[in-house]
């Protein structure tokens, strides 16, 4: 499956009255947005939340938002925020206060070198708002588990993403080199469908098909 959409992705551009708004990474026939940019605005993609309780709390989260009748999909949420929202904060609050109908992780970006968050949701609001802070904290990286606990052992891709970080530098933070960061090992891995890469203060998006030969290991 995963293959399969790896074949099926593209990048789109969103204008309106003949002016690009914002452009996406998505699947052909897919109308929500999992990764996009806001032209001079910010930048946004989504990282499952996998849940504690495993498919039976997530099955009993998605009736009772059902049930509500106020709950959107996660990826139309994004699209709601890239297409209304013009800058960073107005989208933090749009992405940390509506209503959703599974949890989620946004992860987003800004103009400015203090902007940038990882949103962890649950269904109602934020359960965690993980703001930069730079020169302490110039960095976040996000691998579908909570920040704040320890990444399982069955699949620890954090450290890597971390070490991968650190050994690059603050200094050597280019494309480029961010490109390399997330084609190590096991950061990039069998199930990673494409990478998506975006500057909000120049709006520089890009994004790549991602293959890694079976078993896809160091």
Not at 60 to 66: G, L
Not at 109 to 136: C, F, Q, Y
């Amino acid at each position: 499956f995963t293959d399969t959409l790896k074949n099926m992705s593209f990048i789109a551009h969103w204008e309106s009255k003949g002016k690009l708004v914002y452009s996406t990474v998505t699947f052909a026939g897919y109308v929500g947005s999992l990764s996009g940019l806001r032209q001079d605005g910010f930048s946004v993609t989504i990282d499952t939340r996998f849940y504690p309780g495993g498919i039976g709390e997530l099955f009993y989260e998605v009736i009772a938002a059902i049930e509500e009748k106020n709950a959107t999909l996660v990826a139309y949420l994004t699209r709601d925020a890239l297409a209304k929202d013009n800058d960073f904060k107005s989208a933090l609050k749009t992405l940390s206060s509506s209503e959703l109908i599974a949890d989620v992780y946004y992860i987003m970006a800004g103009t400015k070198a203090t902007e940038g968050v990882v949103i962890s949701r649950n269904r109602h609001n934020a359960t965690n708002i993980w703001m930069l802070d730079p020169p302490t904290r110039w960095f976040e990286v996000e691998t579908n588990y909570d920040h704040w606990k320890p990444a399982p052992w069955y699949d620890d891709r954090r450290q890597p993403a971390n070490h991968a970080m650190k050994r690059m530098g603050e200094s050597n933070a280019t494309i480029n080199n961010m490109f390399e960061v997330v084609s190590t090992k096991p950061v990039l891995n069998l199930q990673t469908t494409y990478t998506f890469l975006a500057v909000p203060a120049t709006n520089y998006l890009d994004a790549y098909r991602r293959y890694c030969p079976f078993p896809c290991v160091q």
